[in-house]
């Protein structure tokens, strides 16, 4: 097996940032314990086997996700991924199967150079319940919710691309 990447949290600072800009939270003291609390729950992606391969992530606090609504979760994880290799994100079988969550972007591309960018690298993950049984997705704080997978990839003969990246979602297409 190849070695390639590096699971690490981002600060604290940078999860407190995007939860209460993603939740639209206005930082009162109460809000700020609870954050703290998830925050420091949070474990880094794991295999369930030695035979696994993607890497489960766990949802940092409890969510219901009701058929054909959406969640963006910001996961407190960034990767450090060699040249060479991208993390990609899916959901978990069981969830695709019994809900059909999906991805909202179908597969979450992480590259290598993302940990690098001004925000900490944070991998979001926005997820639909797309329930045709009008089921309900109800996720507890560290129950996996995606995975992410580790593929390397190629290169042009021809390509010559030096810019930086220094953004998250979208910021390669602006």
């Not at 045709?132 to 109800?138: F, R």
Request: charged share 25%.
């Amino acid at each position: 097996m190849n070695r390639i990447a590096q699971f690490e949290k981002v600060s604290y600072k940078q999860f407190l940032s995007d939860y209460i800009e993603t939740f639209k939270l206005r930082s009162e003291s109460y809000e700020l314990v609870m954050i703290e609390k998830l925050y420091n729950g949070v474990n880094l992606p794991v295999r369930a086997t030695k035979g696994s391969a993607g890497y489960d992530f766990k949802s940092p606090f409890d969510f219901i996700l009701e058929p054909g609504k959406s969640i963006k979760i910001p996961t407190a994880i960034r990767c450090k991924i060699d040249k060479g290799w991208v993390l990609q994100i899916y959901p978990r079988s069981g969830l695709g199967t019994r809900y059909r969550v999906q991805i909202d972007n179908t597969v979450g591309i992480i590259d290598s150079d993302y940990f690098y960018s001004r925000n900490e690298g944070h991998i979001f993950v926005k997820i639909t319940n797309d329930s045709k049984d009008e089921k309900e997705l109800k996720v507890k704080s560290g129950d996996s919710f995606v995975q992410g997978i580790f593929v390397p990839y190629g290169i042009t003969i021809d390509d010559n691309v030096n810019i930086e990246r220094n953004g998250g979602f979208g910021s390669t297409g602006k």
